[in-house]
């Protein structure tokens, strides 16, 4: 289906055949664009800003980069082609057809699944909403707004699917997506880690590493479903989510990298005062991320997990990958794991393997993390420095699972309540710590220039060098603070 973007929504799915279905989402249309200027960036909406929008679903179609004022974005909906013959690759129902209407027994499940992955997409907009405001680089800034326009059009994947798909619940549901807001204690968004404020560019960084990664995972499992338009959304989703770890990854280590090249210029110095970010609170950060998006991945012996790989609505990460997996029922395996006992230890289970699921996905993203925390301390290694960013255990500082809400430290010990409380200042950021990063974020604006406690990337975008204008001011942005 080719790409029809002269329509008021960009569309690849034929919108322009289905009068009702159009209607309705050009009803959504201006309160998501409310809802952007709402709550979207602050500031900078009319700023001309280099972003690159999907113009077409193959590859090429990437390539598609310009100026451009975000409420003028081209939101669209675009899914990856459908395959005529395609079958159920998983759980119960492998070999059958693939479904392009909703099944009806799972209507319910189908609808929370997409309901909870669209809340997340606005939710990172509103988190990373102020921003802009103390960018370090215009580098930076584009980086941000991309991440942004990209999240807002994952909002308009699944608002298209409930629309589509489940009627006057799934119109609801669209309108509420809209209504949710991150960290309000009335109308919080759904899950945990999309109400933690970000309120600096390490904080970002670390959410598009860690949080942005567990939306990868969760997007490939779906992108396995049996359930075709969702696997369809999901897999196109993909493509835009990679660019959101390498902002992650790189905003990291070019972090580390500014604040190893402080330490050995002033060697025995402390690196706050050349106004570096010490490795230490990079690790508290990373200790609090990986912490908050572990518990995205829902229980760690579940039935609802079993359900949806039987019924074949969610599968494993890479299910269909060649030499992956050669038993796509996983009836009769079992997935070995932990769980703590009544008296602070920590005993051997055997969950059966449809109800692992979660933890099956989990185990694949904590080893896709440790592949990029290993390229971090090769370059602090590099350095000559001794020090590495270490994950904590999945039992540290957890809120939901086996392990929430238990004194567990980062190497996975257990410790008494008391000392808990008294050491988390070394673990997780304090107060101070957050205070001390917050002074250093100052916006720099010039064309070029970076801000002194991050390095700036070794290459721009789209092959532009890093002093390309990315982002046209319409004005003074200095002036607007
Ligand atoms: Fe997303
Ligand atoms: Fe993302």
Redesign the pocket.
């Known amino acids: 289906m080719r790409v029809d973007l002269d329509a008021k929504i960009p569309n690849n799915v034929g919108l322009a055949d289905d009068r009702k279905l159009q209607r309705a989402l050009e009803a959504w249309q201006p309160n998501f664009i409310e809802w952007w200027k709402d709550m979207g960036p602050e500031g900078f909406q009319m700023d001309q800003i280099y972003l690159r929008t999907a113009v077409a679903v193959d590859s090429k179609g990437w390539a598609h980069f310009e100026h451009v004022k975000m409420p003028d974005y081209r939101w669209g909906i675009f899914l990856t082609p459908s395959d005529e013959d395609k079958l159920i690759s998983f759980g119960d129902n492998m070999g059958k057809p693939v479904w392009d209407q909703v099944p009806g027994d799972w209507r319910t499940a189908l609808r929370r699944i997409i309901v909870t992955q669209g809340d997340t997409e606005p939710a ?1 907009v509103e988190q990373q909403r102020m921003l802009g405001q103390c960018a370090p680089s215009l580098y930076d800034l584009r980086n941000l707004f991309q ?1 942004n326009v ?2 807002g059009r ?1 909002l308009w994947a699944m608002v298209y699917l409930l629309h589509k798909y489940f009627g006057r619940d799934g119109r609801e549901e669209a309108e509420d997506l809209l209504v949710r807001r991150s960290g309000n204690v009335d109308s919080p968004r759904i899950l945990g880690a999309f109400n933690e404020p970000i309120k600096d560019w390490l904080s970002f960084f670390c959410f ?1 590493f860690f949080t ?1 990664r567990d ?1 990868k995972y969760q997007l490939a499992s779906l992108a396995e479903s049996g359930f075709d338009p969702l696997a369809r959304s999901c897999r196109f989703m993909l493509t ?2 990679a660019h ?1 770890m390498f902002v992650g990854e790189t905003g990291v280590s070019r972090v580390l990298q500014r604040t190893v090249q402080l330490m050995k210029e002033s060697p025995g110095e402390d690196v706050t005062t050349r106004g570096g970010i010490p490795l230490d609170i990079i690790q508290k950060y990373v200790n609090r991320w990986f912490s908050v998006s572990m518990d995205l991945f829902g229980g760690e012996d579940s039935s609802n997990a079993a359900s949806y790989f039987a019924a074949g609505l969610k599968g494993r990460f890479n299910e269909t990958h060649p030499g992956k997996y050669d038993d796509h029922l996983a009836l009769d395996q079992v997935y070995d794991s932990t769980r703590p006992t009544s008296d602070g230890g920590i005993e051997n289970v055997e969950v059966p393997m449809r109800r692992a699921m979660n933890l099956v996905l989990r185990d694949e993203y904590k080893v896709d993390c440790q592949k990029g925390v290993d390229r971090w301390n090769k370059l602090i290694k590099r350095a000559g420095v001794d020090f590495k960013i270490v994950l904590p255990s999945e039992r540290f500082h957890r809120s939901q699972g086996l392990w929430a809400n238990q004194p567990w430290d980062p190497e996975g010990n257990w410790v008494e309540q008391e000392a808990y409380e008294r050491k988390l200042s070394e673990w997780i950021a304090t107060e101070e710590d957050e205070a001390y990063v917050a002074s250093l974020m100052k916006p720099v604006y010039e064309v070029g220039k970076i801000a002194g406690w991050i390095a700036p990337p070794r290459t721009g975008i789209n092959n532009n060098t890093f002093d390309f204008e990315y982002v046209k001011f319409e004005d003074d942005p200095y002036a607007r603070l």
């Open positions: 990172s991440v990209e999240e994952h598009t942005d939306g835009e989510e959101h």
